[in-house]
């Protein structure tokens, strides 16, 4: 799975860039927290709740 794509997808592509430098691949996309999320950049709990719902859905 491409993780730009499916951030594309969801509407957040523009945390793709931070995904990539920070590694994030789909193995470690499915352990993700929402601390991680922030770590990661993203500051709003709409996007930080919207990823961990699609996560979760992934699993």
Do not use: P
Request: with cysteine.
């Amino acid at each position: 799975m491409d993780i730009g794509t499916w951030l594309c997808g969801l509407g957040l592509g523009q945390y793709e860039q931070a995904f990539r430098e920070n590694d994030i691949d789909a193995e470690v996309l499915m352990d993700l927290t929402a601390e991680d999320l922030i770590g990661l950049g993203v500051v709003s709990i709409g996007h930080r709740r919207k990823l961990l719902a699609a996560i979760a859905a992934l699993r």
